[in-house]
């Protein structure tokens, strides 16, 4: 049996207001071709299948478009489908009767018995060529067993699944999925794209996953990766860096074989195969750098027309006070060069001195002026604001304060 493991699609998102449609087309039309050359038994997808809850009617038809022509053209593939936090758990279950019709199956949700207990049928999925799947989603509050904590509560609910499917597999193959962040795994320094949703408190341990479990297949994480020096506990990893946090990250999918006979404690041959990420990213300087080095890194930049594989682009800028003409120096610069501009990163000095948090009462007592000085200091490292500045700051709140604005 041949698998291979993919998930952090993400379709429908938007790179700084910029469509990343053509480059999710070129990664699927890829995997088509990788489900083909490999004659790929079973296609698992863990999550995030879309970049928000609402996707677009054309993201919509970008998927499915997708499961038609690769079904069409492997008619014994499985598809195996699970909800990731970003999806609507409900919205990806909702054509379940017409896909299973084509060996895909979509697990958004837990569900329960009549009476109360997880219904541990409905998350364990039969393969094809024998054994099981267990396909679990992203785990929500309710979606386990009570527990001093998540993590442990996600283990119990694994536990019972495994037990379960030891008694479904007929001897065969268990494989499993899920959409978490396991202890041990990798984030990409400062990326807010995995923070965000992750928290510092839904850690689940590897401990989660059975030795007996031939494969657990993960997402939630963007970098491709193995769990705790687990081989066979495995993120994939996006197919397309997210941020510029993971514009170094190895993109592609993980190919899982197993032998006719593949029990516990057999090998399993795990592959990575590479998809290169159609449009890079780039971060100029390496270090934030004041405004003429940042000018002189421009200049370095390859020139020529804007295409729609043309990098995306980061400059990092440190400033030591407001820079009103920052962006339209950074723009005129930016003339006739072959990137797209995606974000300016400002970084202001360390602050040398530790800020006490202010009150209600002392922000009431304060003066507009004050509060200004007072955040120029906060992002500035310490820096009074200069005098000129005050000047022109008193003025503007003068004539505010003296503007006639009864009607």
């Not at 993400?10 to 004659?39: I, M, P, S, Y």
């Not at 909702?94 to 895909?104: E, G, K, M, N, Q």
């Not at 009570?146 to 008694?167: C, I, M, R």
């Not at 066979?232 to 592609?252: C, D, H, L, T, W």
Request: one cysteine or more; aromatic letters at 8%; proline letters at 6%.
């Amino acid at each position: 049996m041949k698998i291979i493991h993919t998930a952090d699609w993400h379709l429908g998102q938007t790179f700084f207001e910029c469509d990343r449609k053509a480059e999710h087309d070129l990664f699927l039309q890829w995997l088509r071709n990788q489900v083909k050359e490999h004659q790929v038994d079973v296609l698992l997808i863990a999550g995030d299948v879309f970049d928000s809850p609402n996707p677009s009617a054309e993201s919509q038809r970008v998927y499915y478009r997708f499961l038609c022509d690769i079904t069409s053209e492997n008619p014994h593939l499985q598809v195996i489908i699970t909800a990731g936090n970003h999806d609507s758990a409900q919205r990806l279950e909702s054509p379940t009767a017409l896909l299973d019709l084509i060996h895909v199956s979509v697990r958004g949700t837990v569900r329960r018995t009549p009476e109360g207990d997880f219904d541990l049928d409905y998350l364990t999925v039969p393969l094809l060529q024998g054994g099981v799947c267990m396909a679990v989603p992203y785990l929500r509050q309710g979606d386990y067993p009570a527990a001093a904590s998540y993590g442990e509560g996600v283990k119990a609910l694994y536990d019972q699944l495994y037990a379960y499917a030891q008694t479904q597999a007929g001897g065969g193959p268990i494989i499993a999925m899920g959409h978490l962040q396991a202890t041990g795994s990798e984030i990409s320094a400062n990326d807010r794209s995995e923070r965000t949703v992750i928290g510092g408190l839904e850690c689940v341990s590897p401990a989660a996953f059975d030795e007996g479990i031939l494969y657990t297949a993960l997402g939630h994480l963007h970098r491709g990766q193995r769990v705790s020096g687990r081989e066979q506990v495995r993120y994939s990893g996006a197919p397309i860096p997210m941020s510029f946090a993971e514009k170094y990250n190895k993109q592609g999918v993980v190919l899982v074989a197993l032998g006719e006979d593949s029990l516990p404690g057999e090998e399993v041959t795990i592959t990575r195969l590479a998809f290169e990420a159609p449009v890079p990213l780039l971060s100029i300087p390496k270090v934030p750098e004041l405004l003429p080095e940042v000018l002189e890194a421009i200049a370095q930049l390859p020139v020529g027309p804007v295409l729609s594989n043309s990098p995306f682009l980061e400059i990092k800028v440190r400033v030591t006070g407001p820079e009103p003409s920052l962006r339209y120096q950074i723009e005129q610069a930016l003339e006739g060069k072959a990137v797209r501009l995606s974000r300016i990163a400002l970084t202001a000095p360390e602050q040398q001195v530790v800020q006490e948090k202010m009150n209600y009462e002392q922000l009431k007592s304060m003066s507009a002026l004050d509060i200004a000085a007072d955040v120029y200091k906060r992002n500035y490292g310490g820096q009074d604001m200069p005098e000129e500045l005050k000047s022109m700051l008193q003025q503007v709140i003068r004539e505010v304060e003296h503007e006639d604005i009864s009607y």
